[in-house]
């Protein structure tokens, strides 16, 4: 099975090239890029590229009170274009998949979404609303290039991923774990020290598994990880203890082992052309919190009892 | 020349020919019948070399046509149905899969017979290479590439046999999946094509490769000319031997006609044309086979293929549902390797209604990404499964296998004919010459009665 992963693994390694190749393309062209923000976003600008400063939890913009379509924002454009695109996972369950059954993807990310373009268009059709499903390495690439407009999946704010992109406020708080077969007898990731351990190409799980000594084996889809652990060529899969349930949720042959290993703050990840969309969505997610849809989203995709709700912390 | 009229006219002589070779003196020392048992067993001899020429010529391209016909043509048409219905498996569960839990009857079916056609046509496969009795006759080198080739199609056979289960219970898990409404089944859906286009079809396309060359090498032998040019060549030098020999006893012995030997070099007529004639009956026949029949076959089969996998991406583009677009660009290019135009496999079936079919499809296949893109999956979920692309993929689908299957009608009714024209030709030219040694000895020896 491994032989048959390899051509997955050099596209992945192709694609994960090009995707720096991008990063770095607006890395060198973002010392230009200020003077064209709104002028209340290039304060922030100067101190968040410090990595020293950078605190993932608390790194976007405060809303200017509930969310409004001013005319020339973004969210004007998107509106006349008709539809909002977001780009979504298709394959976690409970956060975004596709639905066999349906033909739809549903789930808590796309809860949020579908709340973001109901906020734009007045009204929660689903005309309004196109769900691009994208793998987790073409996350960063299709915010950067605007081939989405935002991207709901899954996605870990982090301090590296902030130099390129833009993200909401946390939405959900996550950690990543270890998922294993209920007849193993590893109780953390440190017991899985020289086996494989499978994670998606270009998630932070990989560089996570390396360090604890074990052999990562990269896939695209976080699904194809459980097919991998069923068949027996992984140990293991470790990732947001939100992804794994989803597996777990799909094979009750599985467990959840170890203790947290790192914190794993989701957030919707928005161009860094468009300030003041980041704005409009956390206060969209900040009325989410209120109003009492996101412990009722939380309730029907994740269950009870409902986890704290994260507040949210913005740096300017 | 010169030197037969010097030995037939025999004339005794004293002259003073210094550069005479020993056995023309003692020729012409000899009495009448110490030359004519001399001559008689001269013409033996040449009967009997004359009879195994002819006869090996006769088997080496009797073996050669049975052997396109007998395991050649059988093993590249098991290999080449083993890779066809292998790529229609995966199109179709693909397919079936777009379809959610209840997935089409007519699908399942399809699947299913083209999963027991891939598994029988691999047994028969098996068992030809196992067996391979056709190939120990074959002369030379085509034997040692057959052999080696025989055992590379046993590996590749080997490996069939064993990841066909494996890819069935990959696409069995994924149909669970799938009805269970976990998204877990499209990730083994994904892992059976992987398995399937990765593994499974390049030892097919493997045995088709190497059993296409053999099926070449194997008609060229049965059609090549050196072997059949000495023998033709060797009979007609006998024939005139014989010719030379009766004048000469006319001469000597004052009977225009000797029974035996006219017997004789009529036998030796009858199986001198009887070998050219079945040479060339056969030769027409398996040129035309190849030429009318495998060739455009082979054609129609590639073609086929070709679409059979970009039906599976446009399917797997679906089911994946991502930006991903690997299936999508898979699909691109098999649809420029497929054509229409100069030097894609349409191109070589030479069917402009394929050409055109094909030319739909993609039309088709274009509306349905452009609803796709924009985000109408539902939309293009069903224009792949019921729509225009479903539609004009299956009219495709059916010109290029129904041409292919004319084409291999063609080929196995030529390759037959061509098989038949040898049969029992070396056998036929052992009796001949064994009718020419009898004739020989017959009308020799009643002159040789006449000094007794």
Known sequence: VNARLRPWRALAVVLTASGLALGAAAAAAAPGQPSARSGGHAARAVTAPAASTCDPKASSLRPAGPPQVTPGSFMAKIRARGYLVAGVDQSTYHFGFLNPLNGQIEGFDIDMIRAVATAIFGDASSAHLHLKAISDEQRKPDVMSGTVDIVAHTMTISCDRLKYLDFSSVYFDAHQRVLVLKNSKATSLDDLRGQKVCATTASDSVARIAAAKAIPVPVTYWTDCLVLLQQGDVAAISTDDAILDGLAAQDPWTKLIGPPIADEPYGLAISKQHPEFVRFVNAVLQQLRTNGQWAASYRHWIGTPVAPIPQAHYAG | ?452
């Open chain 2, 1 to 452: 020349m010169t030197t037969s009229v010097d030995v037939s006219s025999g004339p005794v002589t004293t002259a003073p020919v210094v550069r005479r070779a020993w056995w023309r003196s003692r020729l012409e020392g000899a009495t009448t019948p110490a030359r004519l048992r001399l001559l008689l067993a001269l013409l033996i001899l040449l009967s009997l070399a004359w009879g195994v020429l002819a006869a090996l010529t006769a088997n080496q391209h009797a073996s050669a046509a049975a052997d396109v016909v007998a395991v050649s043509e059988p093993l590249s048409l098991d290999a080449e149905q083993i890779y066809t219905s292998l790529s229609d498996a995966n199109a179709t569960a693909a397919s079936a899969f777009l379809a959610g839990g209840l997935e089409p009857a007519a699908d399942r079916q399809r699947y299913q017979a083209d999963i027991t056609k891939a598994a029988i046509r691999i047994e028969a496969a098996s068992a030809l290479v196992g067996s391979s009795a056709a190939r120990t006759e074959l002369p030379g080198h085509l034997k040692n590439q057959a052999s080696a080739a025989g055992s590379a199609v046993g590996d590749d056979l080997a490996m069939l046999s064993g990841q066909l289960p494996a890819y069935t219970d990959e696409v069995g898990t994924a149909r669970a999946d799938n009805r269970l409404g976990l998204p877990l089944g499209a990730a083994y859906l994904r892992a059976a094509s992987a398995l399937l286009r990765g593994t499974l079809l390049p030892a097919a396309s493997d045995i088709y490769t190497r059993e296409s060359a053999l099926l070449t090498s194997a008609s060229a032998q049965a059609t090549g000319l050196p072997l059949i040019v000495i023998a033709v060549v060797a009979g007609l030098g006998l024939g005139y031997v014989l010719y030379r020999s009766s004048r000469w006893l006319s001469r000597h012995t004052h009977r225009v006609v000797n029974y035996g030997l006219l017997l004789a070099a009529l036998a030796g007529l009858v199986s001198l044309v009887w070998l050219a004639g079945a040479f060339v009956a056969g030769r027409g026949d398996l040129l035309h086979a190849q030429q009318q029949g495998s060739g455009p076959a082979q054609a129609f089969a590639r073609a086929e293929v070709a679409a059979l996998q970009a039906h599976a991406d446009e399917s797997l583009t679906l089911i994946d549902n991502t930006g991903d677009d690997d299936y999508q660009k898979d699909y691109v290019k098999l649809q420029k390797l497929l054509g229409p135009g100069p030097g894609t496999l349409l191109a070589a079936t030479g069917s402009s209604q394929a050409a055109s079919q094909a030319q739909a499809w993609y039309r088709a296949h274009q509306a349905l990404r452009a609803q796709d893109d924009a985000g109408n999956h539902p939309g293009a979920v069903a224009a792949a499964q019921t729509g225009d692309a479903a539609r004009s993929f299956a009219r495709l689908s059916t010109t290029l296998s129904e041409g292919k299957e004319t084409h291999q009608a063609v080929f196995a009714a030529s390759a037959r004919n061509g098989r038949d024209a040898f049969t029992g030709l070396a056998v036929g030219m052992i009796v001949a010459s064994l009718v020419m040694v009898t004739g020989c000895i017959w009308g020799l020896n009643r002159r040789l009665a006449e000094y007794r």
